[in-house]
């Protein structure tokens, strides 16, 4: 199958990065047509009948989210993107805004236009270190060149864009997390409604949007809607609410596998042909035992569930939340279970923000059931409280405020029951399951 | 007077203003340049921070103990290093490059050496892990990472 690829079209040309290497490449072309031929009406109409839906983990339709912004109204409105990309398994952004910042800049300027934002504030994790100055540097670079500022192009487009730097906390990436965390605040994640296209970033009116979600706008202008929607799943009859899984999307592939990277491919491409055919298959001829699905806090799925399709439909019938950001990490089968599912719950417990008793309590005790299990004083009774607990943790049961304890949840759920008589083991007395752990060693410890 | 933050820094403090309608929303960007500049973020300079920005000391510090990133205990090694122990690192090898680094700096994650060269530190996924296992230095990612490349790596930490 020949598939040409877009959203990676640049990244092995050499200073994939420069505006001279980016124009040659058709760059800014999508922006001038806009500028000259479509109004901001047009563009958030593009989008919507594309079917584009969010790339950063809810799948949200984008041209949805923008229509619920007020209309004419008449004070500052806000574009957030989201560079946060802080869940575990991802890293597909980094690797656009390394390699491609202009084609990130082209999509943020294109959603100004269509949203009329004034401002758009990049949220980028601090740890992409190399990403901050290639988005700098482009920044720069997009201002000289007229693309960026006060009436762009000529035309009455003005905007600004500025780089704000995160520091280390994965509930930035919650968007009004990320929110509270630009105002200057702790990244203490609202309570929703209002939501933040009516009241977002410094109480006004605010699309939160993730890179790669922004880089589609980019190539759907260019390429027309037509394009968008002849690649991916077509909505299933038998869902009402599906809105189908249309366009190109960025897979990351970890963990266990012979060639780890960042592969683009239509929506809909199966974890089994990510990982053998693009990723070379499993790493040292071993076989595969799971997988992460799409991102850690979609939860797992067992190797024969590996031909679920990567779209915004399929995960939820293997038991996992969702695509999420489509990234898989692969597991062979001299990996532990159990010491997946206490990463998880550590890497939970660690970035709870605190605010709702049953994501803080909730994580950090499935985390201590997890140390006894491989301390080897597990009780046959610790696996229904770990479900149980995981049953009852996040917005779908309805306890919590944002959805970092769904994504506690999902891990947990998933992991015991697909690998449940592995737990049993291990609570039997016969651990370690795979590998030798030491319990008491420094990665017990949820950290400060 | 000001002891902690100079005319420099503070300017460059300054010259964020513009780009916000509030002056909290240039905490986090002002903390960094604090940090930056000198090592850690002490209370002092704080209380300094507070009254270039208009706020009160417990508002900037307030966010700040949010953040883990911003330490107020002591000053930072000149290089921080970050071990990753999540998801896809963990299983390809991140813990035990994380264990052989303590041994080979003497100390345990969230420590510092005693030149004052080196703070150690775990790291939830660091966004590299096609590059399993990875760490990061400062704000420079690393890799890939095996024995030998450490050894390498270390040699620079001067
Ligand atoms: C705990 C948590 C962390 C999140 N982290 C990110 C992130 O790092 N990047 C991202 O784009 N979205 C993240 N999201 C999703 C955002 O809340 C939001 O849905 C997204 O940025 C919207 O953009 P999109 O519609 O373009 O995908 C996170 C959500 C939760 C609950
Ligand atoms: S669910 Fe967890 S992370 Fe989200 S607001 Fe509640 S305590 Fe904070
Ligand atoms: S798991 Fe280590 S960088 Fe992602």
């Known amino acids: ?448 | 007077m000001s002891t902690q933050l100079d005319a420099a820094l503070r300017s460059q403090i300054e010259s964020l203003f513009p780009r916000y309608p509030t002056r909290q929303a240039v905490v986090l960007p002002a903390l960094h340049l604090v940090h930056e500049r000198l090592g850690w973020t002490p209370i002092e300079a704080i209380v300094e921070l507070a009254e270039l920005l208009g706020l009160a000391p417990s508002q900037v510090q307030d966010t700040l103990s949010f953040y883990g990133f911003f330490k107020q205990d002591r000053p930072q090694g000149r290089y921080r290093v970050w071990v990753c122990r999540s998801i896809a690192c963990a299983p390809c090898g991140g813990e035990e490059l994380l264990e052989h680094l303590c041994k080979r700096l003497g100390i345990r994650p969230g420590e510092t050496t005693a030149d004052g060269r080196v703070t150690l530190e775990f790291a939830e996924c660091l966004g590299a892990c096609d590059q399993a296992p990875a760490l990061l230095v400062n704000d420079t990612l690393h890799g890939n990472m095996t024995r030998e490349k450490l050894e390498r790596l270390m040699e620079t930490w001067r």
Not at chain 1, 240 to 264: I, M, N, T
């Open chain 1, 1 to 448: 199958m020949s598939y040409e690829r877009v959203l990676l079209a640049n990244v092995e040309k050499p200073n994939s990065h420069t505006l001279a290497v980016y124009e040659a490449g058709g760059g800014y072309r999508a922006l001038r047509r806009a500028l000259k031929e479509l109004s901001p009406a047009d563009l958030v109409a593009m989008v919507k009948a594309s079917g584009l839906r969010g790339r950063g983990g809810a799948g949200f339709p984008t041209g949805q989210k923008w229509l619920f912004l007020p209309k004419d109204f008449s004070g500052p409105i806000y574009l957030c993107v989201n560079a946060d990309e802080s869940e575990p398994g991802t890293f597909v952004n980094r690797v656009q805004m390394e390699l491609d910042p202009h084609q990130v800049l082209e999509g943020v300027l294109l959603s100004c236009y269509a949203t009329r934002a004034g401002t758009a504030y990049i949220y980028l994790r601090y740890e992409y270190g190399l990403c901050w100055r290639r988005m700098q540097a482009a920044l720069d670079e997009c201002r000289a060149a007229g693309y960026l500022g006060q009436n762009i192009l000529g035309s009455r487009f003005s905007v600004n864009v500025h780089l704000h730097r995160g520091a280390a906390a994965y509930v930035c990436g919650e968007e009004t997390g990320l929110i509270e965390s630009l105002e200057g605040k702790r990244a203490w994640p609202r309570i929703k409604p209002p939501f933040p296209a009516v009241e977002g970033l410094f109480r006004k009116p605010t699309v939160v949007n993730n890179v790669e979600t922004l880089c589609c706008v980019k190539h759907i202008v260019d390429r027309g809607v037509e394009w968008f929607r002849s690649m991916g799943t077509p909505p299933d009859p038998a869902l009402p609410h599906d809105h189908g899984s249309f366009g190109p999307k960025l897979f990351g592939l970890s963990g266990h596998v012979a060639r780890p990277g960042c592969y683009e491919a239509p929506l809909g491409i199966t974890v089994r042909e990510l990982i053998d055919r693009l990723g070379g298959g499993v790493r040292d001829g071993r076989k595969a035992k799971a997988a992460v699905l799409g991102g850690l806090s979609t939860g797992v799925i067992s190797e024969s569930e590996f031909d679920t399709p990567l779209n915004f439909t399929a995960p939820g019938r293997v038991g996992c939340l969702g695509l999420g950001t489509g990234c898989v990490t692969v597991f062979d089968e001299t990996y532990s279970m159990v010491d997946f599912l206490h990463n998880s719950c550590r890497f939970f417990a660690h970035e709870s923000c605190g605010q709702c008793t049953p994501c803080r309590e909730g994580a950090r005790w499935a985390l201590e059931i997890l140390d006894r299990i491989r301390a080897g004083r597990g009780r046959p009774s610790d696996l229904d409280l770990l479900q149980e607990i995981g049953d009852n943790l996040g917005i779908a049961p309805g306890t919590t405020i944002c959805g970092l304890a769904d994504g506690a949840a999902w891990p947990i759920k998933t992991t015991l029951r697909k690998f449940r008589e592995e737990f049993q083991r291990a609570v039997s007395g016969r651990w370690p399951v795979a590998g030798e752990t030491d319990p008491s060693s420094i990665f017990s410890t949820p950290g400060h």
